[in-house]
């Protein structure tokens, strides 16, 4: 069993920078690859951000990609999403998720575990 819990939500103004956390309370974590989702009111939840198992391989949305930075701590049981310029569209609730596939999915069904969400507000 995973036990996932995020941090670093907020309210932040356009132009911010906000890092998110997930910490992961289980064995064998690092043969999970890791990722982190977002769901915008209204809105389907999306991939934002994954780092797979062995090689750290990151993969980004387009939303995000050039203005994010996704990383784990050496021990392996913090993963980080750090977004820069935020914008009033990235509003959303994230979620961090870890999956036991090699690859590092895009597709939320193929997510085994979810964290409870942490809220992030950008105010234009």
């Known amino acids: 069993q995973v036990e996932l819990a995020e941090s670093g939500g907020g309210l932040v103004q356009a132009g911010d920078s906000l890092r998110l956390s997930c910490r992961a309370i289980a064995l064998g974590w690092s043969m999970y690859a890791k990722a982190w989702f977002r769901q915008g009111q209204g809105k389907e939840r999306e991939f934002v951000a994954g780092?797979?198992?062995?090689?750290?391989?990151?993969h980004y949305a387009d939303s995000v990609k050039g203005r994010s930075t996704v990383a784990r701590d050496n021990s392996g049981n913090t993963v980080y999403l750090e977004i820069h310029n935020l914008k009033p569209e990235d509003t959303a609730v994230y979620y961090c998720?870890?999956?036991?596939?090699?690859?590092?999915?895009?597709?939320?069904?193929?997510?085994?575990?979810w964290g409870q969400g942490t809220q992030v507000t950008v105010s234009s």
């Open positions: 998720a870890a999956t036991s596939h090699y690859d590092l999915p895009t597709t939320e069904q193929l997510y085994d575990f």
């Open positions: 780092i797979s198992r062995g090689d750290s391989t990151t």
